[in-house]
């Protein structure tokens, strides 16, 4: 006899999953693989992170707070951390700010969330630069925004009307994901000066400010309009995302926000709902590293390694990809963005066939709110060995070559 009863359906999933994709599962997943070059992920070089050196902040750390740093903490994060983060934007804008304008995040992504939670209701306009980085769209997905494209020329019919239904306007002027490319001063001024007029906020997300390879990246927007405004509280439209991700290592999970301070309050009840507060234990070994002096000893060397591999990933390219592709290489950053040179390649088609040649890249559709872009794909180079990135490249060739045939074969 059967004891099993027929089960009534369960409420569907909200709606919004419909809409996303699994390419960052994909590849993260991928990135495990020892038979496939990834240059699919945005992922640090894990032999450059420092182990030593953090396995010895973390003893300074526990000495130092104790217990105290093991428990559940301030929504805002730690104390010091944030007057250290405080300090820092002072010294680079040339503008007194202070802990009331700093909250600590779980990594910049958190802060990408936070502001989605509370400005964006479904509907609502984001003016985002384009293309746009897939983590920003991911972050905002459930909040069922609608999107503007960001015209760094300014010049666009209807622009000027967009930027004022906006909630807010999104900007990575610092090698940006996906496209490595650097925003000039002047375009970052003018933009400022049309947020300003439009009066809405300007979320500056700058989490590879610290990979400068070809000098350096110059004034963020945030120190734009403190230079403008250079007394009194903080109380201007940006709200700048940062991280130690990228300078020192991904697994600390400690980015921060800097922005007015009724904003920042505002993102600290938005994170209250989130997770009540990040790790202080990782805070405080972040804050060591800091003070010590090690970030900044430590940024010279992974610069002076991306961009050996931002180089070898170029010259491969030009020998291996040049036929179908173009590219700039990147000043800072950690991408290449390689826009096919005819209508003939479709990067969501190509993927299939790199995967069977056993190498991966990240499909420009995915940086498209509609999906629509799919003539570029993102390839990254810090991830890899010089001698990777090569082998990486020919196997791209390949797949190039066998998804061209594939697609001349289905057109005989």
């Known amino acids: 006899m059967s004891f099993s009863k027929s089960r009534a359906a369960r409420p569907a999933l909200a709606g919004w999953l419909s809409t996303g994709n699994s390419i960052t599962q994909q590849f993260m997943a991928i990135g495990g693989r020892a038979d496939v070059v990834s240059l699919a992920g945005g992922l640090p070089a894990a032999e450059l992170y420092p182990v030593e050196a953090i396995a010895a902040a ?19 994060g730690l104390p010091a951390l944030r007057a250290a983060i405080a ?21 910049a992504m958190q802060g990408l969330d936070l502001v989605g939670k509370a400005l964006v209701d479904p509907g609502e306009l984001i003016v985002a630069q384009f293309p746009t980085y897939l983590g920003a769209l991911d972050a905002w997905r459930p909040r069922e925004p609608s999107y503007a494209q960001l015209d760094w020329s300014l010049q666009r019919p209807g622009f000027e009307a967009e930027l004022r239904r906006a909630k807010f306007v999104y900007a990575v002027p610092n090698y940006s994901n996906p496209t490595g490319a650097l925003v000039l001063q002047a375009e970052r001024a003018a933009l400022l000066d049309k947020v300003l007029e439009a009066g809405t ?78 790790s202080l234990l990782t805070q405080a070994i972040a804050l060591e590293l800091i003070e010590s002096g090690f970030e900044a000893d430590h940024v010279p060397r992974i610069v002076t390694a991306y961009r050996d591999r931002r180089d070898a990933l170029c010259r491969a390219a030009t020998e291996h990809l040049s036929e179908w592709f173009e590219w700039e290489a990147p000043p800072g950053g950690m991408f290449v963005w390689m826009r096919a040179k005819t209508t003939d390649i479709d990067t969501d088609a190509l993927y299939a066939h790199a995967l069977a040649e056993k190498v991966a890249f990240v ?10 872009l799919k003539s570029a794909m993102r390839v990254n180079f810090t991830r890899s060995s010089p001698e990777v990135l090569v082998e990486g490249v020919r196997r791209l060739e390949r797949a190039v070559k066998r998804y061209l045939a594939a697609r001349a074969g289905r057109a005989a």
């Open 201 to 278: 906020w300007l979320v500056e997300d700058d989490p590879y400010l610290p990979l400068q390879f070809d000098g350096p990246a110059g004034p963020s927007i945030l120190a734009h309009h403190a230079a403008r405004h250079p007394n009194g509280p903080y109380d201007g439209p940006v709200i700048y995302l940062g991280t130690l991700s990228k300078s020192l290592t991904p697994g600390l999970r400690v980015g921060w926000v800097v922005g007015e301070a009724g904003m920042v309050a505002t993102l600290a009840l938005a994170k209250q709902s989130t997770d009540i507060a990040s």
């Open 87 to 107: 300090t820092r934007f002072s010294a680079t804008t040339g503008r007194s700010f202070g802990p009331e304008n700093v909250l600590l995040t779980t990594g």
């Open 363 to 372: 499909p420009s559709s995915v940086f498209d709110p509609d999906g629509a």
């Open 58 to 76: 973390s003893e300074r750390a526990l000495t130092r707070w104790g217990s105290a740093i093991l428990e559940y903490g301030p929504i805002e």
